[in-house]
């Protein structure tokens, strides 16, 4: 009896499923790391592992796909900007149109119908876009129709991650605007890695879009 005993005591114990899931779901680098590793340590395996599968990488041929909810919306992206800032954007459009995605850009001058009001064009370009991209520079801060158009797209998609994305250059971080405050936002210092930064959230939206997709068709 003491012999066996011993041997139970001394028994290797089962490596846990739940322990395993917890691990890798705390290595994930997103802001909210902490919080979401505090609430997988408290959910069970069979939760742990549904969230695995649905976080899944969606592909590129996926989001290309005919029956994409890509499609759903005229524009992948809406540039928000002011006038005095159109080369730059006109380059940022020019890189997201080049990019393997083929991004749809909605660029105000080069797309606005000719003859509509300006109101119209504005409101249409935001609700016809998966995206919206604020340029916020100090002659966006200045411009009111710049401000019309970032209440619009707040108004469209107050809590939706990744449709908004402020994007700041040449304005200090006291002078972003409050109702943005809410959402981080991509400070432009080497435009190449800014341009990428925005690539890489429109991917993310257009992926998470998908994802919802095609869990609702299962």
Known sequence: MAGWFRRLLHKPKPSSVESSLNTSHS??????????????SSSS????????????PVSLSDINASGSARWAK??????????VDLELVEELVSY??????????????RDAAPGSAMVTELCDAVQNS???????TPGF????????????ALAEAPMANGRTIPVLKDVDRKEYPKELRNLYYIYMALKENSFR??????????????????????
């Open 141 to 152: 801060l200045r411009d009111p129709w710049c401000k019309y158009q970032m209440h619009q």
């Open 130 to 136: 998966h995206c919206w991209v604020m340029l916020i």
């Open 197 to 218: 930064q925005i690539r890489d959230t429109v991917v993310r939206y257009l992926q998470e879009l998908c994802r919802s997709s095609l869990s609702r068709t299962e």
């Open 96 to 109: 997201l149109e080049s990019q393997p995605e083929s991004f749809r850009c909605f660029l105000q001058l």
């Open 45 to 56: 395996p069979s939760m742990s592992l549904t969230r695995s599968i649905r976080s899944s």
């Open 74 to 83: 005229s524009y992948d992206v809406c540039i928000c900007h002011s006038e």
């Open 27 to 40: 290595s994930s680098s997103s802001p909210s790391s902490s919080s979401s590793s505090a609430k997988s």
